[in-house]
């Protein structure tokens, strides 16, 4: 049928476009990933960087991350370029900064360990608020880049903790 044509033409085109996007993203990751690797070489924050990248860029996170995700990469990436770059001017600052995130991350990765060994289903939402740790790093480290809604070490705590609670049930 003539419907049926028009709809397969315009998933052609869609799926072209997502194709461009992916190839973008993946294309502005790249070059960034390497201006960090080059960056952080030898650096103060060269092993927590390294912590953080390997949560985000691990084999198979193509596959396994979400679109609405993945697409924000380049903003994480560049976030953790523009941390490397002002570190110089204000490590005591970004010692503070560095431990407020690490207090919300080290919770959510030990909330997620204590489900998985109690071999509790634990929901994407939870495994998911990662990205919200990332948000919040933009919003310490690089304002600049603009987090994409509202973001408080205070309110990722109490929502991290009803996370949690909901996953218990």
Request: aromatic content about 12%.
């Amino acid at each position: 049928s003539v419907e049926f044509e028009q709809a397969v033409s315009v998933a052609k085109q869609n799926v072209s476009i997502y194709n461009l996007d992916f190839n973008q993203c993946l294309e502005r990751v790249t070059k960034i990933y390497a201006q960090i690797k080059l960056n952080m070489a030898g650096h103060k924050l060269e092993d927590e960087i390294i912590l953080q990248l390997d949560d985000l860029i691990y084999p198979e996170f193509l596959s396994s991350t979400r679109w609405q995700f993945l697409s924000n990469y380049p903003r994480y990436l560049q976030a953790i370029l523009s941390r490397i770059e002002r570190y110089t001017k204000s490590a005591g600052r970004d010692k503070l900064l560095a431990e407020e995130v690490n207090v919300i991350y080290n919770k959510w990765y030990n909330y997620v360990e204590e489900l998985e060994q109690k071999h509790k289903v634990v929901n994407s939402e939870l495994y998911a608020f990662k990205y919200k740790i990332e948000e919040l790093r933009i919003s310490l480290f690089a304002q600049e880049i603009k987090t994409l809604y509202p973001v408080s070490s205070k309110r990722l705590l109490a929502e991290l903790q009803q996370l949690y609670l909901n996953n218990l049930l």
